[in-house]
């Protein structure tokens, strides 16, 4: 199972406080049964954050997105989260892949937060 999230923050002055929201769920994965593989992508001059990560199945992703700490955590990110922020959930044999990843953002699962009037992923 591969989950590769999207945020776009709303204002400069979020990019640090996310980064470390970011870091820290990002080692919680690499703790969590059934974490396979993952990594942080940013580029933060232009508030956009890019997050993948691979399980080994989709209980073991949904096992870490009910864990006690992820409600907090997804609560906070909403706040930093601009419209067209999303996600995309995949299932997938091949190693991973980050352009690939990413191109499946055009067709994400779920909007974080819904774009307005075109797809800020693009700008």
């Not at 002055?13 to 993952?38: C, D, I, K, V």
């Not at 199945?57 to 992820?70: I, T, V």
């Not at 955590?73 to 996600?87: D, H, I, L, T, V």
């Not at 995309?88 to 990843?101: G, H, K, L, M, Q």
Request: charged share 25%.
């Amino acid at each position: 199972m591969h989950v590769v999230e999207y945020v776009r923050l709303r204002s400069c002055a979020q990019t640090l406080p996310f980064m470390r929201l970011s870091m820290r769920l990002y080692h919680q994965a690499r703790e969590a049964e059934g974490y396979y593989a993952g990594g942080i992508r940013a580029k933060w001059w232009s508030g956009k954050f890019y997050s993948y990560t691979v399980w080994d199945d989709r209980n073991a992703m949904l096992a870490f997105a009910g864990s006690a700490a992820r409600p907090e955590a997804e609560a906070r990110a909403m706040r930093f989260a601009a419209p067209g922020s999303c996600y995309v959930e995949f299932v997938s044999d091949d190693p991973p892949d980050w352009d690939a990843a990413q191109a499946r953002l055009a067709q994400p699962t779920k909007y974080f937060v819904q774009p307005f009037g075109g797809d800020l992923r693009s700008r």
